[in-house]
C-alpha cells in the first residue's frame, strides 16, 4: 500500500456541505454512548461530529478528540452569530470556560448532537433506558447551557 494521505480532498465548498449533511442526517437516532466513536454502537457529542467533519475531510482519519480539543482546532474560525449557517459547530461551555459539549448545525434554528447521556451511558442498552442518543434541537437558548463559541470548520479547510 502506498503512502495516502490522512483526509480526502472535496472540490467544492458546497460539495463538501452536503456530504456532511448527508452523513449528519444518516447519524441521526444513534445512541448516545460515554466517549462513544463508532456510528454502529454508539456516539457521544464529540464523536459525532468527528464522523461528520472526517467524512468530508476536515480531520484526519486518525485522532482522539473531546469537544475541548475541537474547539482548539477550529477556534481560528470562529465567527459572530450574524455569519452563522449549516455546517457550523456549536461549542457550549461548562463553568470553567471548558468546552464540554458540541454539535453540528443543520440550519440557523436547528443543531444535531448526541445528548440525553454522561458518563454513566456505557451501553446502547443504557443510553436506551435513558432517552440518550443524537436528536435534532433548536440550538439557541437552551436551559442550564453556555455557548462559548460558533466556529465554522469549512472556512479555509
Known amino acids: 500500500m502506498g503512502n495516502r494521505p490522512n483526509t480526502i480532498k472535496i472540490d467544492s465548498y458546497a460539495k463538501r456541505l452536503k456530504i456532511a449533511e448527508k452523513v449528519a442526517y444518516s447519524l441521526l437516532n444513534k445512541p448516545y454512548i460515554w466517549g462513544g466513536d463508532n456510528p454502529v454502537q454508539g456516539l457521544d457529542c464529540s464523536g459525532l ?6 467524512s468530508v475531510g476536515l480531520l484526519p ?4 478528540w473531546n469537544a475541548e480539543s ?3 482546532r477550529f477556534k481560528a474560525h470562529e465567527i459572530e452569530e450574524v455569519d452563522f449557517t449549516e455546517g457550523c459547530l456549536v461549542f457550549w461551555q461548562n463553568s470553567q470556560g471548558i468546552c464540554n459539549h458540541v454539535e453540528y448545525a ?8 448526541a445528548r440525553g447521556g454522561g458518563s454513566t451511558i456505557k451501553t446502547p ?5 435513558k432517552g440518550a442518543y443524537s436528536k435534532i434541537r433548536p440550538w439557541k437558548g437552551r436551559p442550564g447551557r453556555t455557548i462559548k463559541a460558533l466556529v465554522d470548520p469549512f472556512l479555509n479547510p
Not at 461530529?49 to 472526517?54: A, D, F, N, R, T
Not at 482519519?61 to 482522539?64: E, L
Not at 443543520?106 to 448532537?113: A, R
Request: aromatic share 4%.
Open 106 to 113: 443543520l440550519s440557523i434554528e436547528l443543531s444535531i448532537g
Open 49 to 54: 461530529v468527528i464522523e461528520i467533519l472526517k
Open 70 to 72: 475541537l474547539y482548539r
Open 125 to 129: 442498552n443504557d443510553a436506551l433506558k
Open 61 to 64: 482519519a486518525q485522532g482522539d
